[in-house]
Each structure stands twice: as C-alpha cells, then as structure tokens.
C-alpha cells in the first residue's frame, strides 16, 4: 500500500514569511495529492491539489510542487498570516482505494 | 460547491449506549464515503469505505460489528458506534467522493463523541 512520509511536524515561522512542508510517497500509482487545513475542532478542508499530470499548481499564496521521479510533492504558503497557523495534512492516492495520509504539520504564524 | 455535513457535531453518552453519526453530502452525489478517526495531535485514520448500496470496507483492526456503516443513498451515510465504551471517546470524521479518476475527497466537520 501507500505510505506517506510528511515534514517537518511542527513549523514556526514570522508572519510575512514563507512556509514550505514536504511530503513523499511510495506508490508510483498514486495520481492525486491533496492538501488539507486543519483547524482545531474541524473537520479537514482541502486547500489545493495536484494531480499527476501536472508539476505545480498555484492559487493566489498557496502553491504545490510535484517531482513524480523523486515521489515527493511540497506545499509553499508566501506572506504568511495570522489565520494560517493551523495543523496540515498532505495526502496521496487517487481512484477506488483512496487516500493515505501524512501526519500532519502544526504551521505556527509567530507575530 | 462540495459540502459535507455531519450530525451531531458533538454528543456524550453513557458506557454501554449506541450513538448514531450522520455524514450527508450536501450538493453533489457522494458514490464513495469514508469513514476516519482522529485521536488528539494525531493524524486520520481510516476505519472504513462504504459505496452506496453495498457493504462498507473495514480497515484492518476496525471492529464491523461495533462500527456499523451503512451507505443507503448517494448523499447519506451512517456510523453507529455499539455498545460505546470510553475508550471510543475520539473525534470521527467522515469524508464524501463523487468517484472519478481521482476520487478527490470533501470532509465534514467531525463529530466529537465523549463516552462517559
């Protein structure tokens, strides 16, 4: 099955700056790689996501990387804010047996 | 687009009782359900898939009798949790696909359950 490695487990970073986590997976058959914001209490909601026939995706401070070859994908947060500190989650998978995830990211916005 | 609701949003009940949760798919129509729980600073794991119309797919170690899933409709499904001990007390998630190459998955706010 699939396994999915996500780091680091805890990011502190100044507002204004950037924010990269980094996920690999193993099944060269995934196709779809989400990512999700966590918010304490609530439920996951789906940021942005990539799917296997591109290599980066972008949406207004959000952007994801996708490397096919090395199995590893990235999410970039630029000018960081306050309401971005959350927990996150990368996933992968795609199709009938769908997602594994990773295990999360605390994002911590430091003012 | 791509709502996902759940019910209740928070309950607590006595060792022993069965409780109920609700997952619905709000505008769109949801052939694959998940079913995830979540303990405390830990990620999501998945306990079970269901298919509307067809018996739910456990997860290894996930108990079938006491996480009853049923999957009636393509825009509802339910986990009742059996004879609840504390030991259930978790957070559950559930997630809904409308199918697709990429089954891309749209999650409810989760249902947090105490077992006293």
């Known amino acids: 099955g699939e396994n999915v490695e996500q780091h680091p487990s805890t990011l502190s970073v100044q507002e204004g700056d950037s924010a990269v986590i980094k996920c690999t997976y193993s099944?060269?058959?995934?196709?779809?790689f989400p990512w999700y914001k966590q918010e304490l209490g609530k439920g996951p909601q789906l940021i942005i996501d990539i799917r296997s026939n591109v290599g980066e995706k972008k949406d207004q401070r959000i952007a994801v990387t996708l490397n096919k070859t090395a199995k590893h994908f990235s999410l970039h947060i630029t000018e960081t804010q306050p309401e971005d500190s959350a927990v996150y989650f990368c996933a992968a998978g795609g199709g009938a047996d769908g997602l594994t995830f990773g295990k999360g990211t605390h994002l911590i916005i430091q003012p | 687009g791509a709502v996902v609701s759940q019910h209740p949003s928070r309950v607590i009940c006595k060792s022993g009782t069965s409780v109920k949760i609700e997952c619905r798919s709000l505008?769109?129509?949801?052939?694959?359900m998940f079913w995830y729980r979540q303990f405390p600073k830990q990620s999501l794991m998945l306990m079970a898939t269901?298919?509307?119309?067809?018996?739910?797919?456990?997860e290894q170690g996930v108990e079938k009798d006491k996480f009853l899933i049923n999957h009636a409709s393509l825009t509802l499904s339910t986990l009742t949790v059996t004879s609840a001990h504390p030991e259930d007390s978790s957070f559950y998630i559930c997630s809904a696909s409308a199918g697709g190459r990429y089954n891309e998955q749209f999650f409810g706010p989760g249902t947090r359950l105490t077992v006293l």
């Open positions: 505008d769109f129509q949801a052939t694959t």
């Open positions: 099944d060269s058959a995934s196709n779809y």
């Open positions: 269901s298919n509307e119309g067809s018996k739910a797919t456990y």
